[in-house]
């Protein structure tokens, strides 16, 4: 019980760190995509001086020079599209990833709660029946009724007439929760069967 308990947990937070993870990823695509575009915007604006700045046509610059520093600008800014492209389209694929993967967190977390509740209620039933049932898991309703075949309701109500099998309640009070042994609910199998219809 105590080792599917962890097992169980550590592939929820596995999980959990997965998506986090990507959204980490999201944001640092995001990130080196504003720096690719003020890196592009750079670029451009230094091809508009060479071309339209007349300090750039001056005795400085040689026409020849002046066209191949124009050139130059106009390789890194085609590289700088292409990474920028590039980018962009790992941020959109990363974003559809994430937004997939957002309310499998929100669900993991309530699973961790689950599991962990149970296994809290497990070893909390477990120290009440001492050590001989140490390690027979306790059910909940729904897997209760299902062995037995019942609905959780005809199951509820055979508790209140006193008609049911024996169960385990983990606290006080009317909204306490019910648990059911498996070899308690076994034994009560055997004890309902029948050897005639008159019965």
């Known amino acids: ?13 596995a999980r959990i760190v997965a998506i986090d993870v990507a959204r980490s990823s999201v944001v640092a695509v995001g990130e080196l995509v504003k720096e690719a575009v003020q890196e592009l915007e750079v670029v451009r604006a230094g091809i508009r001086k060479l071309r339209d700045d007349p300090a750039c046509r001056g005795a400085k610059w040689e026409r020849a020079r002046l066209s191949s520093e124009i050139a130059l600008h106009e390789r890194t800014e085609r590289r700088l599209v292409i990474k920028l492209a590039a980018l962009i389209d790992h941020e959109l694929r990363a974003q559809s990833e994430l937004s997939k993967l957002a309310p499998a967190r929100a669900a993991t977390m309530l699973l961790l709660d689950a599991i962990t509740a149970d296994h ?3 070893i909390s039933g477990d120290l009440s029946q001492g ?6 898991p306790l059910l909940k309703e729904e897997r209760a009724a299902a062995f037995l075949g019942l609905s959780v309701k005809t199951l509820q109500n055979k508790r209140v007439l006193g008609d049911g099998p024996p169960y385990v309640k983990l606290g006080p009070g009317l909204r306490a929760p019910v648990r059911y042994r498996l070899s308690v609910l076994r034994a009560y199998a055997e004890s309902c069967m029948g050897r005639s219809s008159a019965e």
């Open 1 to 13: 019980m105590k080792k599917d308990y962890w097992v169980r947990y550590r592939e929820g937070i």
């Open 131 to 136: 050590e001989e049932d140490q390690d027979e």
């Open 120 to 122: 809290e209620a497990a």
